[in-house]
């Protein structure tokens, strides 16, 4: 084990020497991804309406299931009511017979809401997927033009962590090379009246 640390080391080391002349020709730049996404006046539009989607399914899903539980309470009558030894025979089995058909109906309800259920959450799953990836495409697209047009060549997303839930960028010499207020104000820019916060506005017109 020993062993195998000190060729890691060393070859951390000896990477780092060699790699270490190829960085410093190269001009980095960093974006916080996560401020730019969270801020983005498209992604709160779009959570705003998965919101309201979610709103009406759940409206949907409550009056189906209010519709089982009165369903289930006359079927609870029915078959009580084909106890009754007060009726006759006859009516005793039209009354179950009554109550068979309304168990298959309750049967068919809740497999009904089962299936509304699995389709709404699939529903609003892609929902959020598409509005997720076509939001990233957006800010990808703005973050390379910003990089391309100011000279640099990689640009590293200091909101980005580890598998283990650790930050993957530990140090950043500060603010002259980070292109987060630059991509959000741009972003921000063609925003509707009263979507854009003060944090996002371009630097001018802020007060």
């Not at 509005?131 to 590293?156: C, D, F, H, P, W």
């Not at 959000?184 to 820019?189: E, F, I, Y």
Request: glycine content about 4%.
């Amino acid at each position: 084990m020993k062993n195998f640390l000190t060729r890691s080391f060393c070859l951390v080391f000896l990477l780092s020497l060699v790699a270490g002349p190829v960085w410093a020709q190269e001009r980095l730049a960093t974006v916080d991804l996560k401020k730019v996404f969270e801020n983005y006046w498209k992604r709160k539009e779009g959570d705003a309406a998965i919101k309201e989607r979610v709103a009406t399914m759940e409206k949907e899903n409550g009056e189906m299931l209010e519709s089982f539980k009165k369903g289930k309470e006359e079927y609870n009558t029915l078959l009580a009511s084909a106890n009754d030894p007060a009726v006759s025979t006859d009516e005793k089995d039209k009354r179950k017979k009554a109550s068979e058909d309304k168990l298959k109906q309750l049967k068919s309800t809740e497999e009904s809401i089962a299936q509304y259920q699995k389709q709404a959450r699939e529903t609003v799953e892609q929902q959020m997927r598409r509005m997720r990836e076509n939001i990233l495409a957006e800010i990808r697209t703005a973050v390379n033009a910003k990089a391309q047009g100011a000279g640099y060549s990689l640009v590293i997303d200091t909101a980005a962590e580890t598998v283990n839930g650790t930050p993957v960028v530990l140090y950043s010499a500060g603010k002259d090379h980070d292109l987060t207020e630059g991509v959000l104000a741009q972003l921000n820019a063609a925003a509707p009246a009263g979507t854009r916060t003060e944090e996002s506005k371009p630097a001018t017109e802020k007060k």
